[in-house]
């Protein structure tokens, strides 16, 4: 495990090179979903890695995976409703800076897509690949998230993540406290995807309890500017429950890239 320290706050990352790397292309940076970690993409990025050329990284953010903690996390360090937005618009240019990264390919799933979405609506990137981006709150994404709620209280979810995080009851509750809080209801970036101007590839599963088709459906760019491919069968995970084809989908994407 690597730790970088960012502003005091330490933030695990993992460096991947492919076999055959293509120094020449521009590298790939990993944005987790809202419980995700570097651990949790499994080993996904590395088969990326291999399949495009390209180097990675992968981190986890601050109360995610092995980064350090956020105190008191369900009061004094609950998370705002404009939390996607300081990740995007602040905590990921400094890591950018830190690592010596100018205009990545960002890859982001869930969250980490929004992420990967408001970053590009500001900052240059080489292109911009989103799985299943949430830009904007539905209903149908409360009521998933108020069963996870169910399912880490009293089901088995908190185990199953207990592996992929060192402080595993921060890493949910600072996710699922701000989702199902009023002030996120009003969460809505589709004005600021208009400013994008990389190519973006945008996928999601047809069958995604999380969000309706409208989620990639209004990224409002022009079509040359956007590729949209929707996977059945295909919950949340594109990545996980469809990789080759996703792995492939990106792949071909990217090639024209530099």
Known sequence: MNLIDLNGTRLEVQHLTPRKPRS???PMVF??????SVALWRDWPAQLC????????VYSRRGYGQSDAVPDVRHTG???PDYLHQEAWSVLPALLTALGLVQPVLIGHSDGASIA??????YPVAACVVLAPHVMVEE?????IEQAKIQFESGDLRQRLTRFHADVDGAFWQWNDVWLSAGFASF???????????PVLALQGAQDPYGSLAQIDQIALPPEHITRQVLSPCA??????????????????????A
Request: charged share 25%; with cysteine; aromatic share 4%.
């Open 24 to 26: 020449a292309l521009a």
């Open 31 to 36: 944005l987790h979903e809202g419980l995700g």
């Open 50 to 57: 291999e399949a495009t050329g390209r180097e990675a990284w």
């Open 78 to 80: 609950r998370l705002q």
């Open 117 to 122: 979405l408001l970053y590009a609506s500001r």
């Open 140 to 144: 149908i994404s409360v009521r998933a």
């Open 188 to 198: 809505d970036i589709r004005e600021d995807c208009t400013h994008i101007k990389a």
């Open 236 to 257: 949340h995970s594109p990545h996980r429950e469809q990789a080759a084809v996703t792995t492939q989908a990106i792949t071909d994407f990217l090639k024209t890239i």
